[in-house]
């Protein structure tokens, strides 16, 4: 027996009361291993619907989390029937047809060749089936877009195609070599097989076919590509009666750019396109060379003479009917050659294609008898409504 009288008895109850927190740090310890775990998909999926539940009638964030799920699912909806369905059917249009909400079409560069002794470059794009076809109304220029080179950022500029609109598979553009010029560079470094993108059209002049009567083309070398495309859909179109003057603008009579086109053109539709050429030297070029002085080739800067033997008059007579007909004339320059022609562009208000006030309208043409709505300076058709 103890000696404090409370033998073993004594000592089982001590044991049993001392305090001991092992069992609370085990199950503390337990519970941070599993924060730290990664739960299981299963487990995560089980509780998405309780997880979204919560979060939509939250007092504080459920009204914001309801606005962003409803604009996310719309967006991913929306965007799911643009790409099946409006890109499909955009993919089957023309491209000159084509929404300007469709994606950037990527061609694909086949060729490049200089034109003989100018700094005029034709590059030569395949398009992404054998079956495109650019499909635009003369005359008419497209966005062209270069891709991101060396991490310069892309460059955008309008360019004139001067390949059949029906043509498939393939476009063609001729384009002034510049130098200083960022577009130029980066067109002049394309590689065959590297990718430029083609954007919006846009119809620069309003042709329409057996409207006209006459026309008469007045243009430098960067405004090559509109004498080249207007030409191709004449030669193409013989049931249009249209005919057509032009007078090309060349610093001198030796390697004139794309001149064995032009004069291809008006072999082949005699009576119908006829080709002049105004240079400023003559670079010893004679009548052995093809140049005829006041004849097909004319010297000097353009004046009241060389527009009456070269563009069609102020006004024609039809012999048969007796009616008259106003023609058009066509002018793509430098504000240096139109001022004294007709004045300068005026971009002012061009809503549509009108050509500016009538104070605008000055120079020989007028004194010549030309009306202003009969004179057409290239470079007013950046309108909404010129977009195709």
């Known amino acids: 027996m103890s000696p404090r009288g409370g033998g073993e008895s004594g000592s089982s109850s001590h044991s049993s009361s001392t305090f001991s927190d092992t069992a609370y740090r085990e199950a503390q310890r337990r519970r941070r291993l599993q924060s730290h775990q990664t739960p299981r998909w299963s487990f995560t999926l089980q509780d998405l619907p309780t997880t979204l539940r919560k979060a939509f009638s939250d007092a504080n964030i459920g009204y914001a989390t309801r606005l962003t799920a409803f604009v996310g699912l719309a967006g991913g909806l929306s965007f799911a029937v643009y790409q099946l369905f409006f890109v499909r059917w955009q993919e089957n249009r023309p491209l000159a047809k084509r929404s300007r909400f469709a994606p950037l079409v990527p061609v694909t560069l086949l060729e490049k060749e200089r034109e003989k ?217 430098p504000q240096s050659m139109l001022m004294p022609l007709c004045g300068r562009v005026s971009t002012i208000g061009n809503y549509t294609y009108w050509q500016g006030p009538a104070y605008k309208y000055c120079g020989f043409l007028k004194d010549m008898g030309y009306v202003r709505s009969q004179v057409y300076k290239f470079g007013v058709s950046t309108h909404v409504t010129a977009y195709q």
């Not at 054998?130 to 003369?138: H, I, L």
């Not at 309008?158 to 200083?180: C, L, M, S």
């Not at 004449?234 to 007078?247: A, G, Q, V």
């Not at 070269?310 to 008259?324: C, F, K, Q, R």
Request: glycine share 8%; proline share 6%; with cysteine.
């Open 117 to 333: 002794g100018s700094d005029m470059l034709i590059f030569r794009f395949s398009l992404p089936n054998s079956y495109d076809y650019c499909g635009y109304e003369p005359v008419s220029s497209v966005q062209v877009t270069t891709g991101t080179v060396r991490s310069m950022t892309p460059i955008t500029r309008w360019f004139t195609p001067i390949n059949h609109p029906q043509q498939r598979g393939i476009v063609e553009f001729a384009i002034k070599e510049r130098d200083p010029g960022r577009m130029a560079a980066r067109l002049r470094s394309l590689e065959r097989g590297d990718r430029v993108y083609l954007g919006r059209w846009m119809k620069e002049f309003p042709y329409r076919r057996n409207t006209y009567g006459e026309l008469g083309l007045v243009c430098t070398t960067s405004g090559a590509s509109i004498a080249l495309q207007l030409m191709n859909v004449l030669d193409k179109d013989k049931d249009d009666s249209t005919k057509l003057r032009f007078l090309y603008c060349h610093h001198t009579a030796k390697d004139v750019p794309f001149r064995s086109t032009f004069e291809g053109y008006a072999q082949r539709n005699p009576g119908r396109i006829s080709v002049n050429y105004d240079v400023m030297s003559l670079a010893g070029q004679t009548s052995a060379n093809g140049v005829r002085v006041g004849e097909n080739f004319f010297l000097g800067h353009i004046d009241p003479n060389i527009v009456q033997r070269t563009l069609p008059p102020p006004v024609i007579v039809n012999e048969a009917t007796g009616e008259s007909v106003r023609p058009v004339l066509l002018l793509c320059g």
